[in-house]
């Protein structure tokens, strides 16, 4: 069946520092890709998204590749801030997008 | 425009009780969805209404779990009896048409059973 793994927690960079939180996935089909952000006391929120294989999504200075023949969704950005602390999950929407396969998380700490 | 609201935000039970989390979706939006995360593991879909009709409930563990969503607004998930396992965040989220991108998350209802 469909499913994520991403790298586990937590991460804890310096304010600055380079940003990589590594995903791969088992699917059948061509799923679509995304990043979730949940920041302390909200709900998920659609950081990116990539559709077919190839694309980059980007926002807020993160980005991701979806790359079909490593099964990778690799998050990166170049400089984190203290703000961007927070638990990132990387997710596949099966073929209808009608529900999402996520990864068990991972909790970014972004120290001053 | 309001987003998706989950009530109560932290319930804290024993175990062998019953719970009920409830899950306003945004208006005008017939597809609901419920989601969990136990112990810091992956969210794991649910079930997926559209309107009030339960369009996919694979994902829903045992029959210890209930959802309704009664004249297809609101939607209650119940818990009876709760156990230990059931503890974790239960999420909530809605989208207009089903196509990803309209998809809204609530806070999450945080389940400690004790």
């Known amino acids: 069946g469909d499913s994520v793994t991403q790298m586990e927690g937590p991460v804890t960079l310096s304010e600055e520092a380079f940003l990589t939180i590594n995903c791969t996935y088992t699917a059948t089909g061509y799923p679509s890709l995304f990043w979730y952000v949940q920041y302390p006391g909200e709900g998920l929120q659609l950081l990116l998204k990539?559709?077919?294989?190839?694309d980059k999504g980007s926002n807020k200075g993160f980005e991701a590749t979806y790359r079909k023949e490593t099964t990778s969704f690799h998050l990166e950005k170049g400089s984190v801030q203290v703000s961007d602390s927070a638990v990132y999950f990387c997710a596949l929407s099966d073929m209808d997008f009608n529900k999402f396969y996520f990864g068990s998380g991972t909790k970014l700490n972004v120290k001053p | 425009e309001a987003g998706v609201t989950q009530f109560p935000s932290h319930s804290v039970i024993e175990k062998g009780q019953t719970v009920t989390l409830r899950c306003d979706p945004i208006?005008?939006?017939?597809?609901l969805y419920w989601y969990r995360r136990v112990m810091g593991k992956e969210i794991k879909f649910l079930l997926h209404f559209v309107k009030e009709s339960k369009q996919d409930e694979s994902g829903m563990p045992n029959n210890r779990f209930l959802a309704e969503r009664t004249g297809g607004t609101y939607s209650t998930l119940k818990v009876q009896p709760a156990e230990l396992e059931d503890s974790g965040v239960y999420f909530c989220?809605?989208?207009?048409?089903?196509?990803?991108?309209?998809?809204?998350f609530g806070s999450g209802t945080r389940l400690t059973v004790v």
């Open positions: 989220a809605s989208s207009l048409s089903g196509l990803v991108g309209g998809y809204t």
């Open positions: 990539a559709t077919k294989a190839d």
């Open positions: 208006s005008g939006h017939d597809n």
